[in-house]
């Protein structure tokens, strides 16, 4: 089989002295997330203790969009633990992360589409989807890398936990990274 080499147009970074070094980061910051999702795992509370944490009323979420509940604020701003709350057909808009992120789905279940970005388009298209069922657990890193949307699109109400690092005031800005799209 023949190949050829990579074209200028092909949109592929030029090779630069840096590059040994700037692989090792971002390797070293995906394997950062999958340990906070390990250690997620491996120390979670059970879901009937978590869920019971959420005000009274809030398991069956709100009529009007996803609702989101702290449930952990780290005294020294390092990280903050919601409890989101998913009615059927609620979604998060298409994302990409500004920090790691982890989450564990506790009840019911999760469908998480994925995207891939186009840095010369800035858009983001789909590239696939799956569903996660109660008890798995998964990381994402920061960057455009990893570009998702996460919703219900069961009959039945879900709940899931995530972590994010950034302190709670800057939940509503610092975490998500909103991207265009064309849905593929
Ligand atoms: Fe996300």
Known sequence: MQTSAPCASSGA????????????????????????AEQVA?????????????????????????TRHLVHADPFE?????LLVWRPGQFS??????????YRVLRGTMYERHYRWDPESRTAS?????????GDTFSVPAGL????????ASDDVTVSLHIYGVEQSRI????NLLVDTVVS
């Not at 970074?13 to 995906?30: Q, R, V």
Request: glycine content about 8%; proline content about 11%.
């Open 42 to 66: 491996a120390s979670l509370p059970d879901a009937e203790t978590l869920l019971a944490s959420l005000p009274p009323g809030a398991r069956e979420g709100s009529p009007d969009t996803y």
């Open 126 to 134: 789909q590239v696939g989807a799956v569903t996660r069922e109660a």
């Open 172 to 175: 509503s800005t610092g975490v």
């Open 145 to 152: 890398q990893h570009i998702h949307a996460l919703g219900n």
């Open 93 to 102: 808009p298409v994302h990409g992360h500004r920090t790691w992120c982890a």
């Open 13 to 36: 970074p030029e090779p630069s002295p840096l590059t040994p070094f700037t692989s090792g980061i971002e390797a070293t910051l995906a394997k950062n997330a999958r340990m906070v």
């Open 78 to 82: 390092r990280f903050s633990v919601m």
